[in-house]
């Protein structure tokens, strides 16, 4: 497993993830088989937030549950969590009340006195950036957050933020697969008339993620769409698969490695952030990380899925 200290922390990350939004209705047995899997395979960063679960931190409260980690155990782990959306309405709340309650349910649900990194989960439109960076200020002068970030931020959000938050903000959770991938394909494509895949519908986060040392923490890598199934092996991606399966047999992986591969070959130095609870897939998805994808390879995927290259 690639590992990397991550811009902005003394945190040492693999660049592999593993998400537990969906471990609320397993066992005690699943959660800690899905967990040894990972760490088995050198994951040893976790995703939460408050909202995953049947309730509010249903999950992290699973998690802490099934796991019943010693202060040993807690401190080889990189927990992140996430705060900012009401489920009740939907609405997004970045108020100073509003992230600390959170955080402090998250500690408690989870069992632990600090949260690695914490990250607001998608934009709210009536932020006070003041506001968060009181909650900011609280939470690591407490020594319950290590580091902060954002998720599904634009690079305007960021800046509104960093103007007043004096931490830095180390992560930027994206939707990104080789076939959700208009935060990159736009930039390979820009300046073509008539060409929906040119239109600028994020202001260059990639760049601009790369230009302020934050980590892009890709979600939903093996997804088609916003949530429409996977492309791995969807009848819908024939010429894709073919592709996939090909290299997959040159390196000797599953295909879930190669397209986990597909985006930590990008030199933003990206994670991939899992969202399966199938230890086996976990276990496929993990060999991507070191995977040295040519450039002649990368590409080929990425026209594959549809994408043009001028």
């Known amino acids: 497993m690639k590992t990397f200290t991550l811009p902005g922390t003394d945190i040492e990350a693999p660049n592999v993830v593993l998400g537990l939004m969906r471990i609320q209705d397993k066992t005690d047995d699943e959660v800690r088989t899905l967990v040894s899997a990972a760490r088995d395979a050198g994951i040893s960063f976790l995703d939460h937030a408050d909202i995953y679960g049947s309730g509010v931190h249903g999950c992290e409260r699973r998690f802490a549950e099934a796991l019943k980690l010693t ?16 489920k009740d309405g939907p609405y997004f709340d970045f108020s100073y009340e509003h992230i600390m ?3 402090h349910g998250s500690l408690e649900a989870l069992g632990t006195d ?14 006070e950036p003041a506001e968060v960076a009181r909650a900011f200020d609280a939470l690591s002068t407490a020594g319950k957050v290590r580091a902060f ?10 800046d509104l933020l960093r103007k007043h938050v004096a931490q830095p903000i180390v992560a930027n959770q994206l939707q990104l697969s080789i ?3 208009p935060i990159i394909a736009q930039g390979v494509a820009a300046n073509m008339q008539g060409l929906d895949q040119s239109i600028v519908r994020d202001d260059g986060i990639v760049d601009y993620c790369r230009l302020h040392d934050i980590t892009i923490q890709a979600w939903s890598p093996f997804q088609a769409g916003f949530f429409d199934g996977p492309f791995l092996g969807s009848d819908r991606y024939p010429e894709l698969n073919a592709v996939v399966d090909r290299l997959a047999d040159k390196y000797d992986v599953p295909a879930e490695a190669i397209a986990v591969a597909w985006i930590t070959r990008h030199p933003a130095r990206m994670q991939v952030v899992l969202g399966t609870t199938t230890p086996e897939r976990v276990a496929s998805a993990a060999q991507g990380s070191n ?8 590409y080929e995927l990425f026209r594959a899925a549809g994408h043009t290259i001028p």
């Open 149 to 158: 970030g954002v998720s599904n931020h634009t690079p305007r959000q960021i």
């Open 101 to 103: 309650e959170s955080v």
């Open 291 to 298: 995977i040295p994808l040519t450039r002649p390879e990368w």
């Open 179 to 181: 076939t959700h991938s």
């Open 71 to 86: 202060s040993s155990e807690r401190e080889q782990l990189v927990i992140q969590s996430k705060a900012g959306i009401v």
């Open 114 to 127: 600090y949260l690695d990194i914490l990250l607001l989960h998608r934009p709210d439109a009536l932020v």
